[in-house]
């Protein structure tokens, strides 16, 4: 069984771990540099990204996770989806720069716009991860204002990208844990 490790920094961890089992692997808590070489994947969950780089940076996380995103595959999740794309904006920050996006943090508003809607996943999605819309829970969501030339765009929302992948990495600006769907897990696991 392929053992997924969760940042669990900050954010809601506990959800992706559960929504990992559901999806067929063994979630796996990473607090360590010592701990991303115990898993096959890394979920790097919603949280606050600017935490989340404090964080990484007090326990010396920044440079394994990068040498980790070279060799296997990396999902993020809203935070998660920030810390991953090439550049931030509202307001600019540092970022691994894995995918080549675009993203503008909060953009959705702020916590009271909140939302939950389906998307209309792409023909290669429901061939890979199974048919049907996506429930996707948007909190102080970021948006995806630009997307490279090697990325492909799974779904959209209101005519912008809300789940990207490319080469082995996944983004979604949305929190696919906060459902019973694993799908978007079940897509993540098949670039173990």
Same mark, same amino acid.
């Given at each position: 069984?392929?053992?997924?490790?969760?940042?669990?920094?900050?954010?809601?961890?506990?959800?992706?771990?559960?929504? +990992?089992?559901?999806?067929?692997?063994?979630?796996?808590?990473?607090?360590?540099?010592?701990?991303?070489?115990?898993?096959?994947?890394?979920?790097?969950? /919603? =949280?606050?990204?600017?935490?989340?780089?404090?964080?990484?940076?007090?326990?010396?996380?920044?440079?394994?996770?990068? $040498?980790?995103?070279?060799?296997?595959?990396?999902? =993020?999740?809203?935070? /998660?989806? +920030?810390?991953?794309?090439?550049?931030?904006?509202?307001?600019?920050?540092?970022?691994?720069?894995?995918?080549?996006?675009?993203?503008?943090?909060?953009?959705?508003?702020?916590?009271?716009?909140?939302?939950?809607?389906? +998307?209309?996943?792409?023909?290669?999605?429901?061939?890979?991860?199974?048919?049907?819309?996506?429930?996707?829970?948007?909190?102080?969501?970021? +948006?995806?204002?630009?997307?490279?030339? $090697?990325?492909?765009?799974?779904?959209?929302?209101?005519?912008?990208?809300?789940?990207?992948?490319?080469?082995?990495?996944?983004?979604?600006t949305f929190h696919p844990?906060?459902?019973?769907?694993?799908?978007?897990?079940?897509?993540?696991?098949?670039?173990?």
């Amino acid at each position: 069984m392929k053992r997924v490790g969760i940042l669990a920094l900050q954010g809601d961890f506990e959800a992706h771990a559960k929504a +990992i089992e559901r999806a067929g692997a063994e979630p796996f808590l990473v607090r360590t540099a010592e701990e991303l070489t115990n898993v096959d994947g890394l979920v790097i969950p /919603g =949280g606050e990204s600017t935490t989340m780089l404090k964080l990484l940076n007090f326990m010396d996380l920044k440079e394994p996770l990068r $040498d980790f995103a070279r060799e296997k595959p990396v999902f =993020g999740t809203c935070a /998660g989806a +920030i810390l991953l794309a090439k550049e931030v904006r509202n307001p600019a920050q540092e970022s691994f720069g894995l995918l080549d996006l675009t993203v503008e943090r909060n953009a959705y508003g702020r916590q009271i716009d909140s939302r939950v809607a389906n +998307i209309h996943p792409d023909a290669d999605f429901q061939k890979r991860a199974g048919a049907g819309d996506v429930e996707a829970v948007f909190i102080r969501a970021p +948006i995806i204002r630009r997307t490279g030339p $090697d990325v492909r765009v799974l779904a959209q929302y209101e005519g912008d990208p809300v789940l990207v992948e490319q080469g082995r990495h996944l983004v979604a600006t949305f929190h696919p844990e906060l459902t019973q769907d694993s799908r978007v897990h079940k897509l993540f696991l098949s670039k173990l």
